[in-house]
């Protein structure tokens, strides 16, 4: 079965700091790893895809990474900024006894201070 | 501009009612998943459809049921609800075979059972 990992749980940094938030997963015959985003009481926002076959992906100031044979994914945050407090979410699609589910891991929530 | 919609965003019902969380997405997925979201545990797949009247049980699906009588629209079903089933509950929709696509979230239905 599929478990996924999210390692640390909270994280404070002051703002301007590079970070790197942390993904594991157990089983590597994934379809592809997202990174979302999520504000208190509210729904999941979508930040990057990578598909099993990629090893990195870049959008502004976040760049993903995946090592398949690891079982391993980063978020890299650049040059952090208070309206990047929020939660967290890496989520991988497939695994070997997966048909298209997502399974979650259990967040990071990141507190940017000014 | 891609949608997930959920019918509520906040919603109070009392112990034993029937209750019904809705969900439309207007994106064509063939995926359909509900989960909840609960402090300390992450978010947990509660049911997940990959087609129109197809379905299967993700993780916690005692108490709960679902239907998928049309593409678009995926709803979850409290039988009989009880306080612990309050929780913030969340909808998402994929493509079921493209791997190169995300999944999207609608905003969250809180409800509370009392």
């Known amino acids: 079965k599929q478990e996924v990992t999210q390692i640390p749980a909270a994280l404070s940094v002051p703002e301007g700091e590079n970070l790197v938030l942390n993904c594991s997963f157990t089983d590597s015959a994934i379809y592809n790893l997202q990174w979302f985003r999520q504000d208190p009481g509210k729904g999941l926002t979508s930040l990057l895809l990578i598909q099993s076959s990629q090893r990195e992906q870049t959008s502004g100031r976040l760049n993903a990474s995946l090592d398949k044979s690891s079982g391993r994914s980063t978020l890299y945050i650049a040059a952090s900024q208070p309206g990047d407090s929020a939660t967290y979410l890496c989520?991988?699609?497939?695994?070997?006894?997966?048909?298209?589910?997502?399974?979650f891991g259990q967040g990071t929530t990141l507190q940017v201070k000014p | 501009d891609v949608k997930v919609t959920q019918s509520s965003r906040y919603l109070v019902k009392r112990t034993g009612e029937k209750v019904f969380l809705e969900c439309v997405q207007d994106m064509d997925h063939e995926n359909m998943f509900w989960y909840r979201q609960d402090p300390g545990l992450g978010l947990r797949l509660i049911y997940f459809s990959y087609d129109v009247k197809m379905k299967e049980k993700g993780d916690i699906p005692e108490g709960y049921s679902v239907s998928r009588e049309k593409k678009e629209r995926f709803s979850l079903i409290l039988e009989s609800a009880s306080t612990n089933q309050t929780s913030m509950y969340l909808c998402?929709?994929?493509?079921?075979?493209?791997?190169?696509?995300?999944?999207?979230f609608g905003q969250g239905t809180r409800l509370t059972v009392v």
């Open positions: 998402a929709s994929s493509f079921r075979d493209r791997a190169n696509t995300e999944a999207f």
């Open positions: 989520a991988v699609r497939g695994g070997s006894s997966n048909t298209g589910k997502l399974i």
